[in-house]
Structure formats: C-alpha cells, structure tokens
C-alpha cells in the first residue's frame, strides 16, 4: 500500500502535543524504519497509522486515498506491538488464528479456509513446531514470532511493528530484523517498523523517519537521514556508519555507537 | 498447558455423569426420603395419576417441592459459573468475578428494593438487573478514569462500590417492615433457594439459559477481548460492541440468580479457577466446562444446604466456607503470579 503522510500531529489535549508536522511518503513494497529518542512518540505515531489512536491533524492518505476512517485503518494494516505485559497462556495456534477474527461473526469458529491462513503464516515465520505450545510458556523471540504470524493471518498487506527487536537478544535481534527484510523483499509486504537500534534501521530499511522532540524531524532515504551527523544532533552520540561488503552475498551496513571515552586502568592485576 | 482432546472428552462424561447423579441424588433426599429408583420412576412419567399412595406423595414433594429448587440450582451454577469465567478473562484479571466487581450487590439492592416496594414476582429481577448493571458500569468508569489498567484499581473500584451498596441494601432492610418483609429479605439476601417455586424458576431460568448460551457462544470472541482494547484493534475488530454485549448478558444472567437465590457468593470466583486447572485456559473449552461445574457445585451447595441440619443454612455461608480455603489453597499455589 502507498502511504502518505502530510504535516501529521498528535496531542492528548492543547497543552501536551506529542508531536507536529510530520510528513513522509512510502511506496509499496517499501521498507520504512522510524527512529528517535525515547518519549519522542514513535509509538504514538504508529498507533495513530494504523487507526488505534486518531490523529490531532495532519493529512493521510493511503493509495491516494485522503481521509481513511480509524476502523479502515485498523483493518488495512497489520500491527505487531511492543512485546508487554503478562502474556495470554492460549495455544500458539489460538493466538495465531485470532488474526482471522475480524472475517468471523461474533459466534463463529474458524473454518478449514482460517486455519490454512493461520498455517501458511506460521509457516512463513517459522515458528510451525510450536503450534500446540503456550504463548506464555514462550521466550520473547518466539512471542514476537506468533505475534508477526498473527498480524500476517488478518490479511493486511502493510505491516507495522512497534520495537520488534527492543526485547530480543542479539541472534533473535538479528532474525527478526531478516524477517522483517524477507516480507518486504520476498513476499512483497510494506514493512514500517520502529527501533531503538539505527543499526536494523540503516542495514534494511529504504526510508527512515527520524523523529525528534523538538522541531528537527527528517525525513528521506535511509542511507541520507541516518549519518553521524544527524545521529550526533538528534541523539547527542557520536557514532561510526559502516558498510560491510561480502563477496558473493551482498552488503551490511551498521552503526556504531562510540561510547564516551576514558582512560583505562593499566596496573598490573595482583 | 495443553490438554487432549481425549482428555477434554473424558472431562465432559465425567461431570455429566456426576450431575446426573447428584441430580437424582438431590431429588431423592430430603426431610422425605425417596428411593432413587422411584425418583427415575416419577421423572420418567411425570404425570401418572394412578401411582399407589406413598409414590403418590412422593411425585408431589419431588415434581412441585425439589424439582424448581433442583433446577434453580442447576442454572444459577450455570450462570455464575459462565459470568465468572467471562468477567476473569474479559477484564484480564483473575481476581475478579460478578461479586467483586459490584454486580452481585448492585443486583442484590435492586431486587431488594423492588421486593420492599413490589413484593415478589418480576419486578426484582428487573430492578436486580438495572442496578446491577449501574454497579458494574461504575466500577468500570472509576477504574477507566484513574487512566491505568491495572489490576489493583479495578479491584479496589470494585471493593468501593460494593461497599457502597451494601450500604444500600442495609437501608432497605432499615426501611423494610421488620414483622413480614425484613424477615424474608434477610433470609433470601444471605442467600437461599429455599422458597423456590415453579414461578420463580420460570422467571429467571429462561433468561440464564439465553444469557449462559450467547456467551458460550461468544467464547473466541472473549479468547480475543483477553488480549486487551489496543490488541484487539490492531486486529482489525472493534472491540466496543463484543465488550458490550458481554457485559449486559453477564449482568442479565448474574441478576437473574441473584433475584431468586439471593446473594450468593464465591462461586463465581472459584467455580472458574477449579475449571480452568481441569481444561486449561482456553474460553473455547473453559466456558462450556465452566457451565457444568457451575452447575455441579450449587446443586451439592445447596442439597447440602437443606440436608445437613434441620433447618437450611443459607447458601451464602456454605459457599464462603467452601470457596474462601480453595481460594486460599490457588492464592498460595499460583505464588502470587496469575496467569489466566
């Protein structure tokens, strides 16, 4: 799905906006990463996309279609939010199939139709072994699997993923981010995602969105918005950008943070 | 964990098994012993007039005394038993039920009230209904404006409203007339079935039973409520009209029990934790196996109730002493972590 974003702004009420004059464009297929520092209303944002939350002003319009209604939205995209709470201790596959729930009547089951979608999207992110397992009895990787299987199952073609990595270790980090990069490339999802990691944002997104809590918000590819220039005005860190080239299997980029110096204690031990 | 299907089978015979049986067995005594045989007997052919003299007495104490009573008991096991598990998993909290939330004195004052102006018939049950419902909308509005979700606020909001109309209904029986109504009131407020009648079962089973049904029916949709508003949403559902229709048939069924077995405590509470140790969490299962324990455990409650002593200990105290250890025993099993 195309989107566009015009000058969009978010308050609770007069006195606290959350932000203002946001604007970005993302074609089809396209992967949109969404970074800034903490309370800066990335979250907010994407609830706003995609019709949990409204937005204060601002234009949206999706596939050049100005104005969808909340419920619209909430039907056109698939979201995956943060991984909190106490989880709910149904089956992987329960969970899996309550992404079906908006074709189903309020006392309907699924049919045979349901479960293949539920199969092929467990399929998809692989996580088909743990179908009879309970949610709450799975690790935060696995979580954050059945809840991309779930967003999957709706039938939504545009996905948003709130921090998928935020609460993952580094392999489960590293498989999600090349997840998130196969839906878009292999299966021709929209993939906007939020992170704390400019890393996952640099190494497989095509735009980023680069909020700050002042004015300063950018917008553009990501290979321009995220440098060390701009990291070091938003995030006041300073960082080194890397390109890492494999011979054969294409490139990774990344970022690294350069931790504020000191001088390291060089007495002998003992 | 998962259960089997073999296993949720073999759930389901078991317990219909043991109604059965407690179903004859309740029947069968009483003040008037009847012999179980003679119980098939008389409900295998409810209207022969030309049974010999004892069966004779014996078909109008079983059809006109216990059977109302024994069928009340059954489906307000039924509604408290769905309504308990519906609310815990609802609100995500698995120390809610009808009574904790308000709806249970809420619906206890509004019947009151009418007993005290109507008297007896269909008016309580309406009433219980209508202040049952502004108890738990209550509830839900002072926990929804402190702005958290947590457990603790939509507990504490519960325990205040349940103050509050305790206090009400304590003005009502302050008000009532302490030589003919205040009498029945307390006695049916402490819960009993002990004036039940085929009037007063035709009443409120039918609106059990609806009520029970549409929310058995609605069970994946209370599996997808479990997951909480902004989930819900995510998923495309708006969850406003399932939340609601939730609500007024728990509510609908709870007042109806509470309007002719008073208040009755408990089982709402427990009744869906014993379940859910048995087939697991899923709504899919727990609503329908909740129905059948429900059932289960009012009907023993309350054959016990009448059978024990000479006079029938209201409901109210044999479920508080029944129910407060088992909580107690699943409060320390669970180590203070709920999971649903």
Known sequence: ?270 | MEKSRGGFTAFLVITTALLTAAFIAALAIGRYQVAPRDVVRILMNPGAEDLPGELSLAQSVILNIRLPRVMLALFGGVGLGVSGAVFQGVFRNPLVSPGVVGVTSGSGFGAALAILIFGWGPMPQLFGFLFGAAALGTTWYIARRSGTNSLLVFVLAGVIVNMFFQAMISLVKFTADAEEKLPSIVYWLMGSLSSASWRKAALAIPVILISSLVLVGMRRRINLLSLGEEAVRGLGVDPRGPMASVLIFTTLSVSAVVSVAGIVGWIGLVVPHITRMIVGPDHDRLLPASALVGALFFLVIDTLGRTISAQDIPLGILTALVGAPVFIVLLIRSKGRWVL
């Open chain 1, 1 to 270: 799905m195309k989107i566009s974003l015009t000058d969009a702004s978010f308050a609770y009420n007069p006195e606290q906006l959350v932000f203002r004059d946001l604007s970005f464009q993302l074609d089809s297929g396209q992967i949109m990463s969404l970074i800034g520092p903490n309370g800066c209303g990335k979250t907010t944002l994407l609830k706003c996309l995609v019709g949990i939350r409204s937005f204060s002003g601002g234009l949206l319009e999706l596939d050049g279609k100005a104005g969808p209604s909340d419920s619209d939205r909430t039907r056109l995209f698939g979201y995956v939010p943060q991984l909190a709470g106490d989880p709910v201790p149904y089956s992987v596959e329960q969970m899996v199939l309550l992404g079906r729930a908006r074709f189903m009547g309020p006392f309907s089951r699924p049919d045979p139709q349901d479960i293949a979608i539920a199969e092929t999207s467990m399929e998809m992110v692989g996580i088909t072994r743990l179908a009879d397992r309970g949610f709450h009895s799975l690790s935060g990787g696995e979580r954050q699997l059945v809840l991309i299987a779930q967003a999957l199952t709706t039938g939504a073609t545009t996905l948003v993923f709130d921090e998928p990595t935020s609460a993952l270790d580094l392999v489960n980090q590293h498989d999600t981010v090349d997840l998130l990069r196969r839906l878009s490339h292999d299966e021709g999802y929209t993939v906007i995602f939020s992170s704390h990691d400019p890393s996952h944002a640099l190494h497989i997104s095509d735009q980023c969105l680069l909020m700050d809590k002042t004015d300063g918000s950018r917008f553009g590819p990501a290979e321009e918005v995220i440098t060390e220039a701009e990291l070091r005005r938003v995030f006041g860190v300073e960082s080194q950008v890397i390109r890492h080239e494999r011979k054969g299997q294409g490139t990774s980029m990344g970022v690294l943070p350069i931790l504020k110096p000191y001088f390291k204690k060089t007495g002998k031990a003992g």
